[in-house]
């Protein structure tokens, strides 16, 4: 099993959550984050004084799946994400040991 974290833009969740629904994906948590990687935040105005955002809002997607579906879920994510500006995001693919259903006590794959 493999677990897919994607931080992307916040406008671009709707999109990612309708591809993987179609793509068949039946299960994701998601959490507002806040960070910076290459875009390093932007400046504002607030009642004409000029102040540095340092961490811009993202969204975290994650996604357990098997590792038959990861180059699915991968594609899938990128298409609905991607603008090609800076800022995007990433995705980040990690080993899942095991998972269980607290309401039926099913393990690993059966669980998901």
Same mark, same amino acid.
């Given at each position: 099993?493999?677990?897919?974290?994607?931080?992307?833009? $916040?406008?671009?969740?709707?999109?990612?959550?309708?591809?993987?629904?179609?793509?068949?994906?039946?299960?994701?948590?998601?959490?507002?984050?806040r960070g910076?990687? *290459?875009?390093?935040?932007?400046?504002?105005?607030?009642?004409?004084?000029?102040?540095?955002?340092?961490? $811009?809002?993202?969204?975290?997607?994650?996604?357990?799946?098997?590792?038959?579906?990861?180059q699915l879920? &991968?594609?899938?994510?990128? *298409?609905?994400?991607?603008?090609?500006?800076i800022g995007?995001?990433? &995705?980040?693919?990690?080993?899942?040991?095991?998972?269980?259903?607290?309401?039926?006590?099913?393990?690993?794959?059966?669980?998901?």
């Open positions: 099993m493999k677990k897919v974290e994607a931080i992307i833009r $916040v406008f671009k969740l709707e999109d990612v959550k309708n591809a993987l629904t179609e793509a068949g994906v039946h299960g994701m948590t998601v959490s507002e984050v910076f990687g *290459r875009q390093k935040g932007h400046t504002e105005m607030y009642r004409g004084t000029e102040y540095a955002v340092d961490f $811009v809002p993202k969204v975290k997607i994650e996604v357990v799946c098997s590792a038959g579906n990861l879920v &991968i594609d899938t994510i990128l *298409r609905g994400a991607q603008t090609g500006q995007d995001g990433k &995705i980040f693919v990690t080993e899942l040991e095991n998972s269980i259903r607290i309401r039926t006590g099913e393990t690993g794959e059966d669980a998901l």
